[in-house]
């Protein structure tokens, strides 16, 4: 099997079978097109990133833009939603993996954010099956056959498909044009869109997206100026895509209404994406000696700064006419524990009943059998309506909460060898290949380890990265440590009949990671480079 590619394009990773179908010339061409057209401004922004970030560490503290001071204060709307898009109560989110699409397909959730992002290990295998697999399931022709035997097809009544391709910081490096990277989220977006935004539209949806990750306005126009370079290209009309985007970085917080009005066309609303928005506040102040976070388990959807970014986002959205989709529990059904299982789906029904009555319009789960609980808390809040955009909110949240980052205690020993164990063991599982992984009966996907390998290396670096037993976190602590969790790690892996081969690496790149004077900005970038 050869591929016929566009000039100036080269694919450095083996053609499995079927890859033929989507790596096509024309989809392809959509792929250069868009890359010569916009890695520029991708570079730039990325360049921009890191200035803010020296700044920050300079001691800058973020506020609102001055230069769109009218576009918070201007009377506008985004774009009217497709009836498809209406009501989205609950979401199920998962990894472009071919059984797991089916069964989220039929969940009986109203929405199905299908991921080749934080649930997803990018290796190039996974990437392309995806595609083939979201081209079977969009056109109703996908089946799987387990190793006993079981056979698995869509219902009749399926979930509406929305598709998270990866942020603007992760390459896809097996494909060059004119000799460079191109960007993984143009990648995945140009194939999965080329091939079926027509069907999907034919079927009565359309080609939604979530849009991961993003620091800026300025980003979100990126976004957008591609969305309008791709209907034209194929032909459709502007505006016909819709795209929700992930409030997950603080930094996000201060121009959620800028990001709408950028997307105003192509706007399908904001979801706070709880995960990544810890991480990003570890992250962005991690050299900030006034701030240093607790244990991971204490920083809930609870604490003020959380509340207060959760809050200000259902405001600016339905200010604007725009869904406010509520965020992920991590909380997964337990098997074999009836007692647990009962606390962790009081969990869920508690987080859900919060985010309904907080004025969001759903939220995300992560498993078919969270599904109907979510139902059911959404349904006790919005009855008929198929959503609450009609619900305004007017708390005035601004940076002083959104940057109250409390609790700071406790930081204990179970802590720290809990982000020690969970981040080795996602790591190992990233590397060989699963990007969403049940550790410690709760979902742990790249911005949950995020945290735990972001907050390891702020009590080392802080000074207030003390145990409640009074010893400072350090790098002779973690050194001892890891070997100690690493044997535990590879006795669970084991004991679930898994392979161990890639956790003796996991657990270098994450003592690397946690220890070295420079913290890297994604975890997914040293193990992008280390996976083939
Ligand atoms: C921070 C963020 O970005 S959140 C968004 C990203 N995260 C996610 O999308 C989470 C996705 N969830 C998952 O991957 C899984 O639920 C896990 C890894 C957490 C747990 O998976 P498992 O241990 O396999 O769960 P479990 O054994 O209970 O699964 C039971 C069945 O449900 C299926 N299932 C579980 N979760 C999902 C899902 N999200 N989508 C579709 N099917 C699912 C399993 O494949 C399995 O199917 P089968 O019985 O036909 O074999
Ligand atoms: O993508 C979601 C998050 O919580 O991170
Ligand atoms: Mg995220």
């Known amino acids: 099997m050869s591929l ?11 053609l499995q079978p079927r890859f033929d179908e989507i790596l096509t010339p024309d989809a392809l061409a959509l792929v250069a097109r868009l890359h010569r057209a916009f890695e520029p401004r991708r570079q730039e922004l990325l360049k921009a990133r890191v200035e803010r970030q020296k700044r920050i560490d ?8 001055p230069e769109t001071k009218a576009i918070r204060e201007g009377d506008w709307k985004v774009a009217p939603l497709p009836k498809a898009l209406e ?5 199920i989110t998962g990894p472009v993996e071919r059984k797991m699409i089916i069964n989220a397909y039929n969940s009986g959730a109203d929405s199905y954010m299908t991921d080749f992002e934080d649930s997803n290990s990018p290796n190039w295998s996974n990437q392309i099956q995806g595609q083939v697999n979201l081209y079977d399931a969009i056109r109703r022709q996908i089946s799987f056959t387990n190793e006993k035997g079981k ?12 598709i998270r391709p990866r942020g603007w910081h992760l390459d896809e490096k097996h494909v060059l044009v004119d000799g460079k990277r191109v960007s993984g989220g143009i990648f995945d977006f140009a194939l999965v869109f080329f091939h079926n935004a027509k069907e999907q539209i034919a079927r009565g949806a359309g080609p939604f997206y979530y849009l991961p990750k993003m620091e800026s306005h300025l980003e979100a126009r ?27 970085t603080i930094l996000a917080t201060f121009e959620m209404e800028e990001i709408l009005y950028e997307l105003r066309d192509h706007s399908a609303g904001l979801n706070a994406g709880r995960w990544d928005y810890i991480f990003s506040c570890i992250k962005k102040f991690k050299r900030n000696t006034d701030f240093c976070l607790a244990n991971r388990a204490a920083i809930t959807m609870e604490v003020p700064f959380m509340r207060a970014y959760a809050l200000a986002l259902v405001k600016a959205c339905h200010k604007r006419g725009a869904p406010a989709m509520g965020g992920m529990s991590a909380l997964i059904p337990i098997k074999n524990d009836e007692a647990a299982n009962e606390k962790a789906m009081a969990g869920i029904r508690n987080d859900k009943a919060r985010d309904a009555r907080d004025g969001f319009d759903g939220g995300w789960v992560a498993h078919p059998g ?3 609980l979510a139902q059911e808390e959404f349904q006790k809040v919005l009855g008929d309506r198929p959503n609450q955009w009609d619900k305004q909110r007017d708390d005035t949240f601004g940076p002083k909460d959104w940057m109250n980052f409390q609790p700071e205690q406790p930081i204990t020993e179970t802590g720290v060898r809990n982000n020690i164990n969970v981040g080795i063991h996602y790591l190992g599982s990233w590397l060989s290949g699963n990007g969403c992984v049940p550790i410690h009966n709760l979902m742990e996907d790249a911005a949950t380890a995020e945290i735990s390998r972001s907050q390891i290396w702020q009590w ?12 400072k976190v350090d790098a002779a602590m973690v050194r001892a440590i890891i070997p100690e969790e690493l044997a535990k790690v590879k006795a669970t892996v084991t004991a679930g009949g898994e392979d161990t081969a890639t956790y003796d690496q996991a657990a270098k790149i994450f003592e690397e990671m946690s220890l070295s004077d420079n913290f890297p900005e994604f975890l997914t970038l040293p193990l992008y480079e280390a996976m083939a």
């Not at 990126?222 to 992930?246: R, S």
């Not at 080392?460 to 010893?471: A, E, F, I, M, N």
């Open 370 to 372: 969270l599904v109907s």
């Open 460 to 471: 080392v670096v802080s000074p207030k990265g003390k145990l409640d037993d009074g010893r």
């Open 87 to 91: 009501n989205r109560r609950v979401e």
């Open 222 to 248: 990126l976004w957008n100026d591609i969305f309008v370079m791709a209907q034209e290209h194929i032909g459709l009309p502007k505006g016909t895509i819709k795209a929700t985007v992930l409030v997950e």
């Open 58 to 65: 300079a001691g800058e503290l973020p506020d609102f833009l």
């Open 151 to 162: 056979e698995y097809k869509l219902n009749d009544k399926i979930a509406t498909l929305q």
């Open 4 to 14: 016929k590619l566009p000039e100036g394009m080269q694919i450095n990773a083996p």
